[in-house]
């Protein structure tokens, strides 16, 4: 079946570090979102990309839809407590079975 | 705050049980999506209503089954409940039938025993 291949699995960074993650696969999409999930809560949509090639930030966050539509990546900068979660990539595959592919998450730890 | 409501929030039931999690989606979304989240494990796709009808299903149990209301409300129903079902269960919500922006619920936190 389809698969995201989410990496890193985790991130052990200190406060105030950029951090940079990241989404493959070998099938193609033409949406990717990235989600943010704290402890025990739903995921919250942070970036939504529709276009290959696409750069689209939210405050410190900026996320591309690679030009091989097989890829996405997410950036924080600066990253600070709150940041701490399990970042979750999906992808809408451009053909197939309509829905949403999500990677196994990035979680992300940040030591003050 | 997604827009999404679910209830409840917690559910504890036995082995061998059935048990009702409820979702309302955000006002004006018409497709409704269910998942399963497993402890420390990514988000598996069960199910999708749109405006009333089944649309995709993905890894659902026989044992387990939805459905949409014509308030656009939506039910899934787990049933003869097993250890393995224990799992946060989220509902999300766009307003499109093409898997566009899902925003999801709170979700509700099923503990078998």
């Known amino acids: 079946g389809q698969q995201l291949n989410q990496s890193p699995q985790s991130m052990f960074i200190q406060e105030g570090e950029d951090v940079s993650m990241n989404c493959t696969s070998s099938?193609?999409?033409?949406?990717w979102l990235w989600y943010k999930q704290d402890p025990g809560e739903g995921p919250v949509l942070l970036i939504a990309?529709?276009?290959?090639?696409e750069l689209t930030s939210n405050g410190r966050l900026t996320a591309q839809f690679g030009i091989t539509r097989k890829d996405s990546f997410l950036n924080i900068s600066a990253s600070i407590p709150s940041d701490v979660g399990i970042y979750f990539c999906a992808g809408k595959l451009i053909q197939g079975a309509q829905k949403l592919v999500f990677g196994q998450g990035t979680r992300l730890t940040i030591n003050p | 705050d997604s827009g999404v409501t679910q209830t409840p929030k917690h559910l504890i039931t036995a082995t061998g049980q059935r048990v009702t999690l409820r979702c309302s989606p955000r006002s004006g979304d018409l497709s409704v999506y269910w998942y399963q989240q497993s402890l420390d494990q990514g988000l598996q796709f069960l199910i999708q209503y749109y405006n009333g009808e089944e649309r995709a299903k993905g890894n659902i149990l026989e044992r387990f089954s939805a459905q949409q209301f014509p308030d656009l409300h939506s039910e899934l129903n787990l049933s003869s409940l097993e250890l393995g079902d224990s799992a946060l269960y989220f509902c999300?919500?766009?307003?499109?039938?093409?898997?566009?922006?899902?925003?999801f619920g709170p979700g509700t936190r099923l503990t078998v025993t």
């Open positions: 999300a919500s766009s307003g499109d039938m093409g898997w566009g922006e899902q925003y």
């Open positions: 099938s193609i999409f033409n949406t």
């Open positions: 990309l529709y276009k290959a090639g």
